[in-house]
Nanobody, 119 residues
Framework: VQLQASGGGKVQAGGSLTLSCTIARTTVPLNAMGWYRQAPGKQRELVAF??????NYADFVKGRFTISRDNAKNTMTLQMNNLEPDDTAVYYCAADSVVVQQNPWMEYWGKGTLVTVSS
């Protein structure tokens, strides 16, 4: 499985960015796809994921971020609005065939893309 993430960059607080993840290659069905992030000195954490057509969000992004998936184009996007300095992190897209809804840690990972939000 090969995932390619893009769309990171620098933005001021209150601004918006859109991250994209493309499934470049896969040999298994990827029913789950998600975004995770890792800030400097912190553990990687879940941001949002979609599984069997249902979107799920971490509390700290609800109402600000929107995850979507286009199966025809093999892509997933994360629309991030009203960004805050605490959103600064490396964002990773991930995918898997099956996940546990309560703990959706995924097997396949793309390289991260850096998001920097300045105050």
């Amino acid at each position: 499985v090969q995932l390619q993430a893009s769309g990171g960059g620098k933005v001021q607080a209150g601004g918006s960015l859109t991250l994209s993840c493309t499934i470049a290659r896969t040999t298994v069905p990827l029913n789950a796809m998600g975004w995770y992030r890792q800030a400097p000195g912190k553990q990687r954490e879940l941001v949002a994921f979609t599984y069997l057509g249902r979107a799920n969000y971490a509390d700290f992004v609800k109402g600000r971020f929107t995850i979507s998936r286009d199966n025809a184009k093999n892509t997933m996007t994360l629309q991030m609005n009203n960004l805050e300095p605490d959103d600064t992190a490396v964002y990773y897209c991930a995918a898997d065939s099956v996940v546990v809804q309560q703990n959706p840690w995924m097997e396949y990972w793309g390289k991260g893309t850096l998001v920097t939000v300045s105050s």
